[in-house]
């Protein structure tokens, strides 16, 4: 299978974009990148904001590796963006996404990915209110996947995450999203991420990746993959012990024939870690996985 990095790991750290291009290529030993939005703001004022991207995109390029596209980090993700309990705070999530479709565009990467947001408690605990917010939603990415076509990316990948106050949190939720998004201007697709399908206290027994395989398999373009204990969303390198190991991914994966989607590294670090500590960790942690279920070890295994 197809390991990449998304580049969460190099927030606070490593901000220039030549050297860190190299030791993703070098060091971290993979092809697929994916950016995260936490480099640079998709709200910072577009021609500076896109002179900067452009610098990150031509440095991934230089060398060799491959833009998937670009992914909402930590920062927006604090934002309760388009599940916002006011229509002029969702029309401003709305105008934020854009201009992350513009950022991208201007990176030539070929979609954007994010969570939708989060809801307020009030709203959250209405079931009303939650179907009322679910349906400007639907409409809401509706128009952003009109304005992305236009801006020529090819789709929108929307994560689920393991918030009750979210959506969608659950495989059938993420299903009946899709499938109440059929047909829009650019395909609408799940980025489904290991640590959130394994999280327990929401999910009890059905935290379990060959479930939401068997549910949405046909709209999954890719996967986020981290170390965790089930417990907490910890994006942990796989230097640590927890859920998940080598031959338990070799083998979900295998039994659902997903070998095609990319496994995007999504490590996450506490910003007082030491960048030396980070840069072996994620060293380690790739090349585990690399040698374990990178195309090279599928290509030995045959």
């Given at each position: 299978?197809?390991?990449?990095?998304?580049l969460?790991f190099?927030?606070?750290?490593?901000?220039?974009?030549?050297?860190?291009?190299?030791?993703?290529?070098?060091?971290?030993r993979?092809?697929?990148?994916?950016f995260t939005?936490?480099l640079?703001?998709?709200?910072?004022?577009?021609?500076?904001?896109?002179?900067?991207?452009?610098?990150?995109?031509?440095?991934?390029?230089?060398?060799?590796?491959?833009?998937?596209?670009?992914?909402?980090?930590?920062?927006?993700?604090?934002?309760?963006?388009?599940?916002?309990?006011?229509?002029?705070?969702?029309?401003?999530?709305?105008?934020?996404?854009?201009r992350?479709?513009?950022?991208?565009?201007?990176?030539?990467?070929?979609?954007?990915?994010?969570?939708?947001?989060?809801?307020?408690?009030?709203?959250?605990?209405?079931?009303?209110?939650?179907?009322?917010i679910y349906?400007?939603?639907l409409d809401?990415?509706?128009?952003?996947?009109?304005?992305?076509k236009?801006?020529?990316?090819?789709?929108?990948?929307?994560?689920?995450?393991?918030?009750?106050t979210?959506?969608?949190?659950?495989?059938?939720?993420?299903?009946?999203?899709?499938?109440?998004?059929e047909?829009?201007?650019?395909?609408?697709r799940?980025?489904?991420d290991?640590?959130h399908?394994?999280f327990?206290?929401?999910?009890?027994?059905?935290?379990?990746?060959g479930?939401w395989?068997?549910t949405?398999?046909?709209?999954?373009?890719?996967?986020?993959?981290?170390?965790?204990?089930?417990?907490?969303?910890?994006?942990?390198?796989?230097?640590?012990?927890?859920?998940?190991?080598?031959?338990l991914?070799?083998?979900?994966?295998?039994?659902?024939?997903?070998?095609?989607?990319?496994?995007?590294?999504?490590?996450?670090?506490p910003?007082?870690?030491t960048?030396?500590?980070?840069?072996q960790?994620?060293r380690?942690?790739?090349?585990?996985?690399?040698?374990?279920?990178?195309?090279?070890?599928?290509?030995?295994?045959r």
């Amino acid at each position: 299978m197809k390991i990449g990095l998304n580049l969460s790991f190099a927030v606070k750290r490593w901000l220039a974009p030549a050297p860190l291009a190299a030791m993703i290529r070098n060091d971290f030993r993979t092809e697929h990148v994916q950016f995260t939005w936490d480099l640079v703001d998709p709200w910072w004022p577009s021609g500076e904001r896109d002179a900067i991207a452009r610098r990150w995109s031509r440095a991934l390029r230089q060398e060799g590796l491959l833009l998937g596209g670009t992914f909402g980090g930590l920062a927006s993700y604090t934002y309760p963006q388009l599940l916002a309990p006011t229509v002029e705070q969702r029309r401003l999530s709305l105008e934020f996404f854009k201009r992350a479709v513009d950022m991208t565009s201007a990176m030539e990467a070929a979609c954007i990915g994010t969570p939708l947001g989060g809801m307020s408690h009030e709203d959250a605990e209405d079931e009303g209110r939650r179907r009322a917010i679910y349906a400007e939603v639907l409409d809401l990415v509706r128009e952003l996947a009109s304005y992305a076509k236009a801006a020529g990316l090819k789709k929108i990948l929307v994560e689920p995450t393991p918030l009750s106050t979210e959506f969608p949190s659950d495989p059938q939720g993420s299903l009946q999203l899709m499938w109440d998004l059929e047909g829009t201007a650019v395909p609408i697709r799940l980025l489904v991420d290991w640590g959130h399908v394994l999280f327990e206290p929401l999910l009890k027994e059905r935290a379990d990746m060959g479930i939401w395989l068997a549910t949405c398999l046909p709209y999954i373009d890719c996967f986020h993959l981290q170390q965790t204990d089930g417990q907490w969303d910890r994006h942990w390198g796989f230097t640590k012990l927890g859920k998940l190991n080598v031959n338990l991914i070799r083998q979900t994966i295998e039994r659902y024939n997903a070998g095609d989607r990319i496994q995007y590294v999504e490590l996450i670090y506490p910003f007082e870690e030491t960048d030396e500590c980070v840069y072996q960790d994620v060293r380690e942690t790739m090349t585990m996985l690399q040698s374990a279920l990178g195309e090279a070890a599928a290509s030995a295994l045959r």
